[in-house]
């Protein structure tokens, strides 16, 4: 078996080994009941007990206060984009969105198709996202519907460390960064992610929102789309990706065991911060196209001199087990993403092979 290769995977990423194991020990026979958990009722107890314990761990290591939530729906954080305009964009109302890259370009041209919306602040400096605004520059509408922002860039490489006080619900699509620190969720009207970067497979997104932003949602929409519909039955309305929601809950047990998200900021902050000074030390050999305050913890993107270079780089780090590193095919470069999964030995490899290569080349 291949053991010693690291995932620098953007997404779907890398899972934490031991939800897999977790996942393999249990595969044929789901606590003793002879089948698979995948092969079980939604409705039937074995899956009732994981959904449960989904939302339940989700509640702890949050602490989610009681105003608010825990849903697990379909459709992708793409999905969610269409969704939140649909249940909360009504007729004469107008939504801000604070633009800071692909994503939350993507989720402004669906509310664009369902209603007003105002451009509330963007990261773009000579067309690319190299930074996130503060929020003195903002011109956020007090009497807007809502104000959607995506809280790290998965492929620009720019993180908000800290969220701008809103009047109007605050959303945030936290696909990339959701659980890798502590947060506040009563501050938030509603926060998702998909949950292939940091909490599991693909095919499911958690939500978590609070509940009088979700009754206020549009009646006008058909069941399936209406958080409404999801929130009254526990997100059991039809039948949800249970496989993918049981992996999610052997994600959040491992979570729980590492110290929960307090434990996991401290060892992302660490893991992100050696690369980034393995940049600033590297006498401009490698450098980040980031501004210093908006740098992700979560996805570190660097360059080198030349794009030949930066192929090389990554040819080679693929041959040493280090896979994953290509930069989106929108922006180039580097990307090494180091999601709660990575582990610091997988950083302390690559920081190495940094310095090799730079000696080579
Ligand atoms: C990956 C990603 C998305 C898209 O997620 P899907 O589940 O594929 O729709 C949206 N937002 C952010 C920030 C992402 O990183």
């Known amino acids: ?37 995948m092969e079980h009722s939604h409705r039937g107890k074995a899956y009732s007990g994981v959904h449960q314990e989904a939302i339940d761990l989700t509640k702890e290591l949050f602490s989610v206060p009681d105003t608010h939530q825990v849903l697990f729906l379909q459709g992708g954080a793409s999905g969610m984009f269409a969704t939140i305009p649909l249940n909360f964009l009504g007729a004469g109302q107008s939504a801000d969105y604070v633009v800071t890259g692909t994503w939350s370009k993507k989720a402004l041209a669906e509310a664009k198709l369902l209603g007003a919306t105002n451009l509330a602040g963007t990261g773009e400096v000579d067309g690319k996202f ?4 503060n929020a003195s520059e903002l011109s ?3 009497n807007a519907a809502y104000v959607h922002l995506t809280s790290n860039n998965t492929i620009a490489g720019t993180q908000f460390h800290d969220f701008p006080e809103t009047k109007a619900p605050l ?4 696909s990339s960064d959701i659980m890798s620190k502590p947060l506040d969720i009563s501050k938030f009207g509603m926060i998702y992610a998909g949950a292939q970067k940091n909490l599991g497979p693909s095919g499911v997104v958690m939500a978590i929102a609070s509940k009088e932003l979700l009754a206020s949602g549009s009646d006008a929409i058909p069941n399936i789309f209406r ?8 997100s059991l309305y039809h039948t ?6 049981y992996l999610v809950r052997n994600v959040l047990a491992w979570l729980k065991e590492q110290g929960g998200l307090s434990g996991m900021a401290d060892y992302n902050q660490k893991k992100a911060g050696m690369i980034y000074q393995t940049i600033a030390e590297s ?12 740098r ?5 993107v660097f360059r080198l001199g030349s794009e030949e270079l930066e192929a090389k780089f990554v040819a080679e780090a693929t041959k040493k087990g280090l896979s994953g590193l290509k930069g989106h095919r929108s922006v180039g470069g580097v990307r090494a993403s180091i999601y709660n999964a990575v582990r610091l030995e997988g950083v302390e490899r690559l920081v190495e092979f940094m310095g090799q290569f730079k000696a080579n080349n």
């Open 130 to 133: 190299t930074r996130v605004p």
């Open 1 to 37: 078996m291949t053991q010693d290769v690291v995932n620098f995977s953007a997404g779907p990423a890398g899972l934490p080994r031991p939800a897999l194991e977790r996942a393999r020990d249990e595969l044929l026979d789901f606590e003793g009941t002879g089948i698979s958990i």
């Open 227 to 234: 958080y409404k519909t999801h929130a009254d039955k526990d």
């Open 296 to 300: 992700s913890l979560m996805n570190v």
């Open 140 to 142: 956020l509408d007090d």
């Open 171 to 174: 959303i945030v699509d936290m």
């Open 283 to 294: 006498d401009g050999y490698y450098s980040s196209p980031v501004e210093e305050d908006s």
């Open 240 to 245: 949800p990706p249970t496989f993918a929601i």
